[in-house]
Every structure is written in structure tokens, then in C-alpha cells.
């Protein structure tokens, strides 16, 4: 994986099962069990994304199966009155779906996802057509990347721009991803901007900062 900051790009899904807005519910969860994922962008003929279909927007179907014809239903949301009696991808879907593109960082990413409780985000061109889909397990990806990766990273993008020589090297040991910094600095006040840079390095778990100012 490239240095950072990283991006969707670099960690989605191209290969993506989507269905079109005709697509019928028997043939929705087919797909959703044969290909494992929870939700299925639809999409319009141009491959433009027109929403989302989830497991969710499903369950309504059975959650209302028994539900007598004359009970009261005020207490029930429309929504998910409709999609109990959907049976396409375009009744069942959410519109418009919550997208990202390919270029936005993966806090942005991460952000979506926590504010619309959202597990994948299909990612699309600046025209709308899918071109590939983020998860969370993508997202987490990059916890993955070698200690050896992140300690050069952080040396090159971080220690020597604000700590160049002739002053005393910082040292930086990686290990399981947390990050120590040792060594002593001519300008205390460059110390939390530090901190702040190497822990938005992707792939970072912890930093622990030993730094001391001249």
C-alpha cells in the first residue's frame, strides 16, 4: 500500500454485484447470499447508482408477515410498510444512496459511514456511475500495513520536515502499529504538531511520545 494520506481508491472493491431497478426480491437475496454482502447498489441503465437495496430494506417482508390485515398500523413506519409489500429493487431500495468518491480519504469514508450507520458505500465518478465498493473491513485495511512501513513513513513525512538535521535524529521505533518517539528537540513547540501528524498516519494504533524540548 502506497504512503499516505491513502485513499478510497487504494482499498476499495473494483469486481461489485450490483442488480438494476427491476431486479425481484427472491433474486436480491440470491444474490446478497451467494456473493456474502449485505446490500446491493441499483443501478439505472447508464450504471449511474439510483440507490441502495440492504438487508435491512428487506426484512420488513417477513417482519410484517403475520400481521393481520386490520391491525393498527399507525404505529408502524411508511417506509417500511411499502418494502413489506415491495418486490423490486426500485420499491425496496433507499434513494438517493449515500455515496463517496474514489479520491476522498478514508476518514471521510469512515465519517459517512458512522453518521448513516452504513456499512458499504458504493463509490462512484463525478457523473454517478459505480466504479467500486468500500466496506468497513476495507477501511481497517490499513491496520495491516508493516511496522517497517509506517516507521519509514513517519521518519520521511513527518520527523525530517519538522525536525531536520543538524539537529539531533528523533528516533522512531513501530511495534503492532503503535509508535514510540524518543529523543530530545531544540523546539519544544513542535512536539504536538508531531504527535498529531504520526497519529494521522494511516495505519497507526498509538503513539507514545517521549520527546523532551531543549
Given at each position: 500500500?502506497?504512503?499516505?494520506?491513502?485513499?478510497?481508491?487504494?482499498?476499495?472493491?473494483?469486481?461489485?454485484?450490483?442488480?438494476?431497478?427491476?431486479?425481484?426480491?427472491?433474486?436480491?437475496?440470491?444474490?446478497?447470499?451467494?456473493?456474502?454482502?449485505?446490500?446491493?447498489?441499483?443501478?439505472?441503465?447508464?450504471?449511474?447508482?439510483?440507490?441502495v437495496v440492504s438487508e435491512a430494506?428487506?426484512?420488513?417482508?417477513?417482519?410484517?408477515?403475520?400481521?393481520?390485515?386490520d391491525a393498527d398500523t399507525r404505529?408502524?413506519?411508511?417506509?417500511?410498510?411499502?418494502?413489506?409489500?415491495?418486490?423490486?429493487?426500485?420499491?425496496?431500495?433507499?434513494?438517493?444512496?449515500?455515496?463517496?468518491?474514489?479520491?476522498?480519504?478514508?476518514?471521510?469514508?469512515?465519517?459517512?459511514?458512522?453518521?448513516?450507520?452504513?456499512?458499504?458505500?458504493?463509490?462512484?465518478?463525478?457523473?454517478?456511475?459505480?466504479?467500486?465498493?468500500?466496506?468497513?473491513?476495507?477501511l481497517l485495511s490499513v491496520f495491516?500495513?508493516?511496522?517497517?512501513?509506517?516507521?519509514?513513513?513517519?521518519?520521511?513525512?513527518?520527523?525530517?520536515?519538522?525536525?531536520?538535521?543538524?539537529?539531533?535524529?528523533?528516533?522512531?521505533?513501530?511495534?503492532?502499529?503503535?509508535?514510540?518517539?524518543?529523543?530530545?528537540?531544540?523546539?519544544?513547540?513542535?512536539?504536538?504538531?508531531?504527535?498529531?501528524?504520526?497519529?494521522?498516519?494511516?495505519?497507526?494504533?498509538?503513539?507514545?511520545?517521549?520527546?523532551?524540548?531543549?
Open positions: 500500500m502506497p504512503s499516505g494520506p491513502h485513499r478510497v481508491g487504494d482499498v476499495m472493491t473494483r469486481d461489485v454485484v450490483a442488480v438494476g431497478r427491476a431486479a425481484l426480491f427472491k433474486d436480491i437475496v440470491v444474490r446478497m447470499e451467494r456473493w456474502r454482502v449485505g446490500a446491493l447498489p441499483v443501478l439505472e441503465d447508464d450504471g449511474r447508482v439510483a440507490g430494506d428487506l426484512l420488513p417482508k417477513e417482519e410484517f408477515r403475520d400481521t393481520p390485515p404505529l408502524r413506519r411508511p417506509a417500511d410498510l411499502a418494502r413489506a409489500a415491495a418486490v423490486t429493487a426500485e420499491q425496496l431500495m433507499s434513494s438517493p444512496a449515500v455515496t463517496v468518491h474514489a479520491d476522498a480519504t478514508l476518514a471521510e469514508a469512515a465519517r459517512l459511514m458512522a453518521l448513516g450507520h452504513i456499512e458499504r458505500l458504493p463509490v462512484v465518478t463525478a457523473d454517478g456511475v459505480l466504479e467500486g465498493v468500500v466496506s468497513r473491513s476495507d495491516l500495513r508493516a511496522d517497517d512501513d509506517l516507521a519509514d513513513e513517519i521518519r520521511r513525512d513527518v520527523l525530517d520536515v519538522l525536525f531536520p538535521a543538524p539537529v539531533d535524529p528523533v528516533h522512531v521505533t513501530v511495534t503492532d502499529g503503535v509508535v514510540t518517539l524518543t529523543g530530545r528537540v531544540p523546539d519544544g513547540t513542535r512536539i504536538p504538531p508531531a504527535v498529531r501528524k504520526v497519529r494521522a498516519v494511516e495505519g497507526v494504533v498509538a503513539v507514545d511520545c517521549r520527546l523532551t524540548g531543549a
